[in-house]
């Protein structure tokens, strides 16, 4: 089967860093990008960024730049979100998502999905 | 970046109803329009990509239409599993931006 597994719900305090991850199975991890995107609760989607692992080329929402780190581990076909100091604004639902392509319309998607990893930042 | 903005922000409908949502782009995307649909307590899923083209296993009750700045989602017969909140993508440039969402609730 084709699927992203992200790594389990985390409960943090404000000022901690995390490192959450979205793991590959079922297809060449490095000719897929990996994006992120962000679900506040009760809340709509937010595309944070994305990642090809092959290269590593890292393209980030200006809303999100210099707020997390994406970055991926291609002898893992893994992917990661990290935080260096997290705020409660952080507190969030995250998915992984995988794309075949930027640049063209009919691969520039999110047609597999991992299945959210929970983060709690709370004092 | 590019706004997307989706209307209505929920509905009411009934199971067979015909349910249509509509996105605006804030400048054309000629068509890098995707639809997603979320379930409660679940990840998105891809409906619809190149605003008019079904995703493999998708019922063919969902379909697509528009260019440009405009487009529509339009469900022909709604199911119970259809009640959920559709969401909008442009995919023309990065950062990819998300439509707020339409919740389609039962009546």
């Known amino acids: 089967d084709v699927q992203l597994v992200q790594s389990g719900a985390e409960v943090k305090k404000p000022g901690e860093s995390l490192k959450i991850s979205c793991k590959g199975s079922?297809?060449?991890?490095?000719?897929?990008?990996i994006g992120w995107v962000r679900q506040m609760p009760g809340k709509g989607l937010e595309w944070m960024g994305i990642?090809?692992?092959?290269?590593?080329?890292?393209r980030y929402s200006p809303s999100f730049q210099g707020q997390v780190t994406i970055s991926a581990d291609n002898s893992i076909s893994t992917a990661f979100l990290q935080w260096s100091s997290l705020r409660a604004s952080d507190t969030a639902m995250y998915y992984c998502?995988?794309?075949?392509?930027?640049?063209?319309?009919?691969?520039?998607?999110?047609?597999?999905w991992g299945q959210g990893t929970m983060v709690t930042v709370s004092s | 970046d590019i706004q997307m903005t989706q209307s209505p922000s929920s509905l009411s409908a009934s199971v067979g109803d015909r349910v249509t949502i509509t996105c605006r782009a804030s400048?054309?995307?000629?068509?890098?329009l995707n639809w997603y649909q979320q379930r409660p307590g679940r990840a998105p899923t891809l409906l619809i990509y190149?605003?008019?083209s079904l995703q493999s296993g998708v019922p063919s009750r969902f379909s697509g239409s528009g260019s440009a700045t405009d487009f529509t989602l339009t469900i022909s017969s709604l199911q119970p599993e259809d009640f959920a909140i559709y969401y909008c993508?442009?995919?023309?440039?990065?950062?990819?931006?998300f439509g707020q969402g339409t919740k389609v609730e039962v009546k």
């Open positions: 990642i090809y692992p092959r290269d590593s080329d890292t």
């Open positions: 190149a605003a008019s």
């Open positions: 079922g297809f060449d991890f490095t000719n897929y990008w």
């Open positions: 993508q442009q995919s023309y440039t990065i950062p990819w931006t």
């Open positions: 400048q054309s995307i000629t068509n890098y």
């Open positions: 998502a995988r794309s075949p392509s930027l640049v063209v319309a009919t691969r520039n998607i999110f047609d597999i």
